[in-house]
Every structure is written in C-alpha cells, then in structure tokens.
C-alpha cells in the first residue's frame, strides 16, 4: 500500500493554503490523513477531498472544530446544498460534513477501520476518531465551573464558544463525553486483533503533549483526560494529531505521538522561507522512521 502521510489544520480559508495545497504533489500509491480544520465550509472540504484523492490512493479525514462551525452567514435559507450544510449545527454538522467527505471516496470516523498492509509483512489498523474536548486539561485547583472565567483572566477564549454548537446535546462536555464511550470498544474490537493502532484524532489525547507558551489556558479546547492512557490501553503504534499549529514528534510508552497541523500562513512563513511547502510538510506515518533508537526528547518540526 506505499506509504502513509498526515497532515492538519489545512485552514483553506486562507488564500494563501489554497495555492499551496493546490501545490501537492501526487502520490499514486500512498496514502494521506487530514487530521482536521480543513477549514469552516463545505467548499473547503470539497477542494481539500477533491485534490487529495486525486493524487492519493487512499485518504482519511478527522473533524477539527473548525469543521463544526456554523459561520454566521450561514444562518440564511439557500437551496444550494454547499450552503445548507454550512448552515447545520451540532451533530447535524458533523453527519453533513461525513457526508461529504464520503461522496468524495474519503474514509471518515463513521465508516470501518482500515487494516492496513504495506506488502512486507507489516500491518496496523488505521483508527480515524472523533473525540471532542471537556475542559479537563487545566490545573487540579480550577474547577469546570470556573474554567472559562480561569482562560478569560488571560484574555482567553475559543472561538468555538460561538460558533461551535453542540446540539442536540447541552453542552461540548457532553458531545464529548458521548463521543468516547462511542469510540472506547471500537479501538477495543480493533486492538483485540493483535495488530498495532494508528489513532487519528483531531485533539491531542494527551494533556502533557501540548505546549502552546503565548496561550497556555487555551489547553481547554484541547482534549480531555478521559484519553490520556488510550495509547497504552489500545496498544497505539502512533498517534496523529492537529490543532495545536506547533509540529513535533514525541514518544510515550513506546508510541510515537505526531503533531502534524500545517497552519495559518503566518506559521509556516519560516518552514516556507527555508524552501519546505505542503510536500515537505507531510509527515510519513507508516512506515516511519526507524525506531530502533526512540529518542528520549520531542523532535520539533517548525521548518518542516
């Protein structure tokens, strides 16, 4: 099956990712992941589907948030269906956007997992997930109720507060709550094959591998404990993660951890600069570097 690629945080919202990930270049037979925030509407996915599995043989799609908001002027009625699904809230968003993403020929965190096999007697199980966030990656002193007024102390607070619904659950906590006890035996069934996990998630599973200095009380929009040891329990040869914008590579209990996000332009300016775009931003998942000698300290990926 070649090789498997990753990428996140596309934002085709910006001119400037458009042209680049116009840029990408064809990979027959291999594979990628987007691990989420293609961008807010229905014409991102498209453009980002449609290339992708042009030039791919196989692609695997996450949700990030912002696939899951519902812009203010999208509220208006409009016949066309680019503008309907843009116009859904909640759970409605996301089944529209998997939607999407299927009649595009890209597997979702919906459809079966995908066994993967590279011809060499390697295999794994390829895991798209969807998992939300809680709240709960803040310090132990900080209680859920006063978590929002804690980030807001700092001037901190997610655009998904508005534009990010739950519907029809009461809040994010429990969309998020529902998703995990969605997802638990899935990864179960699939680590009770014998053969190592690729988890592909949008948000870290792990609150120890978020390091965003300038704004570290946007840690609540992150993730949630509930998955803090799903790399160990499920027997995770690597995780895939975005939303962060900080690319590294780290590893936990023997599980490599990817942080994969590409960014807004002005976060990849200096990767560009030294001469890395879309292509030399992809990260090789399967078969990955050679783990003889794991390192004991992240690897960061800013120029690439």
Not at 33 to 61: C, N, P, S, T
Not at 155 to 165: F, R
Not at 232 to 252: M, Q, Y
Not at 269 to 285: P, S, T, V, Y
Request: negative net charge.
């Amino acid at each position: 099956m070649g090789k498997l690629y990753a990428i996140a945080d596309l934002h085709l919202g910006h001119q400037q990712n458009v042209e680049a990930w116009k840029t990408l270049t064809p990979r027959p037979e291999d594979s990628l992941i987007i691990a989420g925030d293609v961008g807010e509407k229905a014409e991102h996915l498209r453009l980002a589907f449609g290339i992708a599995r042009e030039r791919f043989k196989q692609v695997f799609w996450v949700p990030g948030n912002h696939e899951l908001y519902t812009m203010p002027s999208s509220n208006q009625k409009s016949t066309s269906q680019a503008d309907s699904l843009n116009a859904l809230t909640g759970v409605s968003k996301y089944l529209g956007c998997v939607e999407l993403a299927r009649e595009c020929g890209v597997i979702t965190p919906e459809d079966d997992y995908v066994r993967w096999d590279d011809g060499n007697g390697n295999e794994a199980i390829i895991c798209p997930i969807f998992t939300l966030y809680d709240y709960s990656f803040r310090p132990a002193h900080v209680t859920r109720e006063r978590a929002l007024d804690w980030a807001l102390e700092v001037d901190i607070q997610a655009t998904d507060e508005a534009l990010l619904h739950p519907t029809p659950y009461e809040t994010r906590d429990e969309w998020c709550h529902a998703r995990v006890a969605l997802t638990e035996p899935r990864l179960q069934a699939a680590a009770d094959t014998g053969l190592p996990l690729i988890i592909i998630n949008h948000w870290p599973l792990r609150e120890d591998l978020i390091y965003i200095p300038f704004i570290p009380r946007f840690s609540l929009w992150c993730g949630t404990k509930k998955t803090e040891d799903w790399h160990k329990r499920f027997k995770a040869k690597v995780v895939v993660t975005g939303h962060l914008h900080v690319r590294r590579s780290d590893w936990k209990d023997e599980t490599r951890f990817e942080e994969v996000s590409l960014g807004y332009p002005r976060q990849w300016k200096d990767a560009k600069e030294h001469g890395n775009g879309i292509n030399e931003i992809l990260r090789e998942i399967l078969p990955g570097p050679d783990e003889t000698s794991i390192p004991s300290t992240t690897i960061w990926r800013r120029y690439g």
